[in-house]
């Protein structure tokens, strides 16, 4: 009986292996995970309805759009079976603390076997007429699926990290709210000294308070546009970004060499080239047909 196990086994690795050439397949087939990446959800009673529904609705519309599954960190070997949303406005005490801890807004941690996705909304995020409330959804949906592709995410990179997930909230809320401003806004000269930020642009590898901290975004759309100038389609130049270089597992130990892979390009190469759209950075925007789920099909 063991033995047709073992076979069975063995038969279900090498189908696997040889339907394709992604070795973190059979990772996330392991038959001691569950089959669906599950999302859970904390929503306090300081929240409206109306917030509480959008909350699950566009998660919802998100998944289909960037489907994940179960997997098993590279680094920790921990399970990680999907993720655990608490939400709640912004008040004297924080509802979950005792559970997730003193935070704010931010995948931190984790409650079992799920990630925690904490959204603390202010007053102002909650019934003012921005559309921050969604946006924030898709940026911290967005860390998820980089976590998924990347099995664990073992990178604390600052521009890679935030530039791409602010990147993809700016998309979400010019496709559903038609607000193409809020992307024009993280390329504002007026706001944004590129010329700076550009000369001492290796500090926004790393996390901390930072000057210029919206140039992340112009770096993600810079790099698109110079794959595109190599010859990949948009929605190929956006993959490339978004999942093949997690796919690639970077770490800090090694990401610029992934990063060399996936693009073939230095990143010091790719710091110079910035240069040539600084004084125009509008012309980094994505072209008005791209669609966030082109990009990932
Ligand atoms: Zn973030």
Not at 105 to 116: A, D, E, P, T
Not at 127 to 148: I, M, P, R, S, V
Not at 225 to 237: F, R, V, W
């Amino acid at each position: 009986m063991k033995n047709i196990f073992l076979s069975i086994a063995i038969s279900t690795v090498f189908l696997t292996v040889s339907c394709s050439s992604e070795s973190d397949d059979f990772i996330e087939t392991d038959p001691q995970l569950p089959k669906l990446y599950d999302f859970n959800y904390n929503l306090h009673s300081s929240l409206n309805q109306y917030y509480k529904d959008s909350i699950k609705s566009i998660i919802g519309r998100l998944e289909k759009i960037m489907p994940m599954k179960p997997y098993i960190e590279i680094s920790t070997n921990k399970q990680v079976y999907g993720a655990s949303v608490y939400s709640w406005k912004k008040g004297v005490t924080k509802p979950y603390e005792s559970l997730i801890g003193d935070t704010d807004q931010c995948i931190c941690g984790y409650i079992n076997n799920n990630l925690v996705m904490s959204l603390q909304m202010t007053e102002d995020n909650l019934n003012g007429d921005g559309k921050f409330k969604y946006a924030l959804l898709a940026h911290e949906f967005f860390h998820l699926y980089q976590h998924y592709n990347s099995k664990g995410l073992d990178l604390s990179h600052f521009w890679l990290i935030e530039g791409q997930a602010a990147t993809i909230e700016s998309l979400f809320v010019k496709e559903n709210y038609f607000d193409s401003n809020y992307l024009k806004n993280f390329l504002n000269k007026d706001i944004i000294l590129f010329d700076n930020a550009i000369k001492k642009v290796s500090d926004y590898e790393g996390y901390g308070e930072k000057e210029n901290g919206d140039i992340t975004v112009f770096m993600i759309l810079s790099l698109s546009k110079i794959l595109q100038t190599e010859g990949y389609s948009e929605e190929e130049a956006f993959k490339m970004i978004f999942v093949d270089f997690w796919k690639s597992s970077p770490q800090n130990s090694n990401w610029k060499t992934k990063f060399k892979e996936i693009f073939s390009l230095d990143v010091e190469e790719f710091y110079q080239k910035l240069n040539n759209y600084k004084d125009n950075p509008e012309s980094v925007i994505p072209s008005s047909n791209l669609m966030i789920k082109k990009i990932f099909n």
